[in-house]
């Protein structure tokens, strides 16, 4: 489903706060959400260079930008495939490297068909990087390393995730992440 902008940026609101936030598979994400200071952004490119362009975009967006925390960079036209997905990560984050954003950005990536290495495709835990597009989210290190601080031990979160989705099952989570399109 790729909707007009607002229907996508509506979507990706309602992902986090339906899936990432009231499922806790962030623990940062609830204070951004509540400031407001998560930006979606839709780009309808449909190359790969052109979706690295709007990354450095984004990026030099936010060096402008000192009160919006992160941007979901929502590409609702590219990416159907998971593998070319990957292969776009790959290249984004040698980019950061190359133009000297090592150390002041970070990526997350989510897709609709997110699955970890050695995972079975049908894998509940699968579902805490899967979204109903596919989307690169752009962290500031220096506040991730704030929370981190503030949090404690991040190392358990990926746990905390996996049991989590187990608990709740794969049937559930794909519940969920289709009632995002729900209007």
Not at 66 to 90: G, R
Not at 148 to 176: L, S
């Amino acid at each position: 489903m790729q909707g007009n902008d607002e229907d996508v940026i509506r979507h990706t609101r309602r992902w986090v706060s339906d899936v990432i936030v009231a499922m806790n598979i962030c623990p940062f994400a609830r204070r951004e959400r509540d400031r407001g200071s998560i930006r979606v952004a839709v780009s309808r490119v449909k190359k790969l260079a052109l979706a690295l362009e709007e990354l450095i975009k984004e990026v030099q967006w936010l060096d402008e930008q000192p009160t919006t925390e992160t941007t979901l960079i929502v590409f609702p036209t590219l990416f159907k495939d998971f593998e070319h997905y990957l292969d776009f990560i790959e290249l984004a984050d040698r980019l950061l490297v190359d133009q000297g954003y090592e150390g002041i950005y970070q990526l997350a990536s989510f897709h609709p068909d997110y699955c970890f290495a050695d995972a079975h495709p049908d894998d509940a835990p699968n579902y805490t990087n899967r979204s109903p597009y596919p989307m690169v989210h752009l962290l500031r290190e220096e506040s991730l390393s704030k929370a981190i601080e503030y949090y404690g031990d991040t190392q358990q979160i990926p746990d905390h995730n996996i049991a989590r989705m187990n608990e709740v099952g794969a049937a559930e989570a794909q519940r969920r992440l289709v009632a995002c399109f729900d209007q």
